[in-house]
Structures are given as structure tokens and as C-alpha cells.
């Protein structure tokens, strides 16, 4: 079945940037997605990319995407304390028909003044 | 706004005690989805309603039940909660695919807690 991993945990200091990785074993994946998680909120949906392409850049967050190694990265520029929550990496692929979503571990990002 | 609602936000039963919680959107997606997050892990799709079709995950324990009542609400039942299932429950909901949309839109989740 589909597996996504991701490093359970990133500490950074304010004003530099972020870097979050996943990889994922699915080669049919067609969109992987970026959420993030606030303590006892739920999914934000920070960014998504199309399998198709290898960057996508919006505002302080780029996505980089290499499919031949199944190897996705969320770098955040600028990082501020705001920022700290867990990211969740997720993909899905088309062909069932509905939305199906799968979720890596999750990577608690921790920012210090 | 339009978005995704979930009630209560916190909810507390008693082992054994049927339980239900309650999503509603505003944003007239077909498809509405039920997850269920434990606590530092990812979360897990229980199953997920296609209109009125209902589809269940195969790892989705009998316990678990859903109904649809119209296209803006879901309710998730469950029928003799056990301490495993205290975790953070989450509603999402999302276009079908023939609309091009390719986003799930989550509600804050309900907190569950079995005592």
C-alpha cells in the first residue's frame, strides 16, 4: 500500500529558513499536498503541487518535487515563531475516483526567538 | 465564510456510552470525509460519503457508523466507545474529481476523550 514518511521533528531559529521533507512510495501519486496542524486545531491546507511539475513558489513557501526519487521538501523562507505547528505531507492519486488522501507522520517544526 | 463546522469541539463520554459528533459545511461539496487522528500520528480516513453513497475503509472497525442526512451534513457514530478511541476526530469535505477541484477543506476537529 501507499506509505509516506516524514523526520518527526525540525528546530530552527526565527528569521531562517525551513526545510521539511517527505518521501512517498505511490508512483501513481498525481497531486501531494502540504497541511499544517496548530496544537488542537485541525488541517490547514498551506500548498499543493501537481505531480507533473518539479516547483511550485507562493509567497514564503516553495515546494520542490523529484518524482524519480518519490522525494518531496516544503521550504519555508523568513520562518517566524508563528510557524511553529506540525506539517503534515499527504498524497493522493485520481484513480479511485474520489479524493483519497494519505497522510506522512507529520514533522513538529519548533521556531525560537 | 463558506467553511466546514464541527460539533461539539470537545466531547467527553463514558466507556461504552454511544457517542455521536456532527459536521455541517456551507460549501455544497458532494464528497464529506471522517478521519480520525490519535494523538502524534497522522490522521487515518475512517471512510467517506460520495452524495449519498457510502464507503467504508476496510480497516474501519464495525464500532464506526456514518449517516448523511442531506449534502450539508454527516454525523459519525460511535456505538461502544472503548478507550482506543479517544483521538482527535476530523471531518473533510472536497468536490468529486469531475469538478477539477483537487482540495479536501477541514473542519477543527472534535476531541474526543473515553473515561
Known amino acids: 500500500g501507499e506509505d509516506v514518511e516524514q523526520s518527526l521533528f525540525l528546530s530552527v531559529r526565527e528569521g531562517d529558513s525551513s526545510v521539511i521533507n517527505c518521501t512517498y512510495t505511490?508512483?501513481?501519486?498525481?497531486?501531494l499536498y502540504w497541511y499544517k496542524q496548530e496544537p488542537g486545531a485541525g488541517l490547514q491546507l498551506l500548498t499543493y503541487i501537481f505531480s507533473n511539475m518539479d516547483m511550485k513558489q507562493d509567497q514564503r513557501l516553495t515546494v520542490l518535487l523529484n518524482k524519480k526519487d518519490k522525494h518531496l521538501s516544503l521550504r519555508i523562507a523568513d520562518t517566524q515563531t508563528g510557524d511553529s505547528a506540525i506539517y503534515f505531507c499527504a498524497e493522493t492519486n485520481m484513480n479511485t475516483g474520489f479524493q483519497k488522501l494519505v497522510f506522512g507522520t507529520g514533522t513538529r517544526l519548533l521556531v525560537s526567538p | 465564510d463558506a467553511m466546514v463546522i464541527q460539533n461539539p469541539r470537545y466531547q467527553v463520554t463514558q466507556f461504552g456510552k454511544p457517542v455521536t459528533l456532527s459536521c455541517s459545511q456551507t460549501?455544497?461539496?458532494?464528497?464529506m470525509y471522517w478521519y480520525q487522528q490519535k494523538s502524534s500520528q497522522a490522521p487515518k480516513l475512517l471512510f467517506h460519503?460520495?452524495?449519498?453513497?457510502?464507503?467504508n475503509e476496510a480497516d474501519t472497525p464495525d464500532n464506526f457508523q456514518s449517516r448523511r442526512p442531506n449534502t450539508s451534513f454527516c454525523f459519525l457514530d460511535i456505538r461502544s466507545p472503548g478507550l482506543g478511541d479517544a483521538a482527535m476526530y476530523l471531518c473533510?469535505?472536497?468536490?468529486?474529481?469531475?469538478?477539477?477541484?483537487?482540495?479536501?477543506?477541514f473542519g477543527p476537529g472534535t476531541r474526543l476523550t473515553v473515561l
Open positions: 460549501l455544497n461539496h458532494n464528497v
Open positions: 505511490d508512483s501513481s501519486s498525481t497531486y
Open positions: 473533510a469535505t472536497s468536490r468529486d474529481l469531475t469538478s477539477g477541484e483537487i482540495v479536501q477543506f
Open positions: 460519503y460520495y452524495d449519498k453513497d457510502f464507503n
